[in-house]
């Protein structure tokens, strides 16, 4: 019954994302929607790219096993970067008028900044993608009971993901996002409904969890604790920001004012609904204290779709597994879309300036197929947990694309010069950092790098910019 329910669903959503792609007729329907989205589309859209396998599977496994202290990064940090993106960000961005935010690096520097920071941008989706097709694999593997691996499953996955995206872009996106919103909130509500009644209540789950610390938020008073817990909380908060999924959902908006309340809409949205599969991960430990207690020690990502397979009934199974896909594919197929628009637009047209719309449109689906291959060929390889893939993704905006996008914005004095030394001196910091005492330094590595970055910008603006001596 699941497996057939899962099948259909898959189905009908290609279906839905293939309808959509009707309307893609240009690049600018391809890559923000024709700029024509309202604000319940804008908001569901903001959501779903965010809450993904992340958010079903990774906060809630780490929730069960850390607490709140281990969850800073997402959702708190990266609630607060929607946030900040809405208030700040979000006013510029659409009146530029730009299709990624490597536009913007070149109309405010230079070709090369604008190269530097696409390709870092780039990078940062490898980690978040492929925790999305792990996801993906996951559940397909759970619902055929063994029967289709993980690894078969990744790879189903992401056919099916890629189909839509690359016919339809962000109009297909947009639309399955605001339809699978619906049947995440509704999916997950009723399984912590049913969680509820088998434990005595929320609030005896909350009751364990606090007796048990996992409600604990700050960090033990020491400096090294409250450095690596700020250092979290920022990677996701400002290193998302440089994101192009971000761009595209903003500049995707019929009008400015639309752009700003999705994204306030869209965060709110996600930060209150991240703590709902939260609530049902721990839940587990209160069905099964010996069972689950053990499963979170040895593999934490297995503890919530055990749950719901042995111990609720068939439909909580299928509003379940209805849900985690429909949050895994918006996520994927967003972050999927956001790195090949920036890819093709900021570094391949650039090699091409020549290039019309009709060969960049193509180039942009070409882009999107190798670049689902390369993630998709990580995903099989790595063992990383589908959290960590996903909070390690920032770490290189954040000390590479960060301090040149806000300096741009809002500190006039900043020249192109500074930006080259803030990203050269930002990603130099971090990788030193990072092999020199990745496991033992005291402060975060990517901090480090962030703070270099800092300097780099600073320093670089104000020194004499050197110029060739003309020949006599």
């Known amino acids: 019954m699941v497996l057939s329910f899962v ?31 309202p604000v319940p589309i804008v908001m569901a859209t903001v959501f779903a790219t965010w809450f993904g396998a992340e958010a079903v599977m990774g906060i809630s496994a780490t929730f069960a096993k850390e607490g709140l202290r281990g969850v800073v990064a997402d959702p708190f940090g990266s609630s607060l970067c929607l946030v900040l993106a809405g208030l700040f960000f979000a006013p510029r961005f659409y009146r530029l008028n730009l299709y990624t935010v490597g536009d913007y690096y070149r109309l405010r520097y230079d070709r090369r900044v604008e190269l530097l920071c696409t390709l870092c941008i780039v990078a940062s989706y490898l980690g978040w993608v492929a925790a999305q097709f792990k996801v993906l694999g996951l559940v397909l593997n759970v619902v055929t009971e063994g029967t289709v691996s993980q690894s078969v499953g990744m790879i189903i996955g992401a056919v099916i993901v890629l189909t839509y995206t690359t016919l339809g872009g962000m109009f297909s996106v947009a639309i399955l996002d605001f339809v699978q919103l619906s049947v995440i909130v509704g999916g997950l509500l009723y399984i912590a409904g049913v969680l509820s009644d088998a434990t005595g209540g929320v609030g005896a789950v909350i009751s364990h969890a606090r007796a048990a610390g996992r409600l604990e938020f700050f960090p033990p008073p020491s400096l090294a604790a409250w450095i690596s817990f700020v250092g979290a909380g920022l990677t996701m908060m400002l290193g998302s920001i440089p994101q192009q999924d971000v761009f595209q959902r903003i500049t995707s908006a019929k009008d400015e004012q639309t752009a700003v309340r999705g994204s306030l809409m869209g965060a709110a949205l996600y930060f209150t609904f991240c703590f709902v599969p939260m609530f049902i991960a721990y839940s587990a430990l209160l069905v099964d204290p010996v069972k689950f207690g053990s499963l979170l020690e040895h593999d934490a990502q297995l503890v919530l779709p055990t749950l719901i397979v042995e111990h609720t009934p068939l439909l909580a199974q299928v509003m379940f597994f209805g849900a985690v896909l429909s949050a895994v594919m918006s996520c994927s197929s967003a972050t999927l879309l956001a790195p090949s628009v920036i890819l093709s637009e ?42 960590k893939l996903v909070v ?26 500074g930006a080259l030394c803030a990203i050269v001196g930002g990603l130099a910091a971090w990788l030193g950092a990072e092999l020199v005492s990745a496991d033992h330094a005291v402060v975060p590595a990517q901090l480090i790098g962030l703070l270099a970055a800092v300097v780099g910008m600073i320093g670089g603006s104000y020194l004499p910019v050197r110029r060739p001596v003309p020949q006599s």
């Open 7 to 37: 099948i259909v669903y898959l189905l009908i959503s290609v279906s839905v994302g293939l309808l959509a792609a009707t309307r893609v007729h240009t690049v600018k329907d391809f890559a923000v929607a024709g700029r024509s989205l």
């Open 392 to 417: 390690n993704t920032y770490k290189v905006t954040l000390v590479a694309a960060f301090v040149p996008l806000c300096a741009g914005m809002f500190w006039k004095p900043a020249t192109t010069q």
């Open 346 to 387: 900021n570094v391949i047209r650039g090699m091409i300036p020549r290039m019309d719309e009709k060969a960049l449109l193509t180039t942009m689906r070409v882009v999107l197929v190798g670049f689902a291959a390369v993630v998709l060929t990580i995903a099989l390889s790595s063992e990383s947990s589908i959290y």
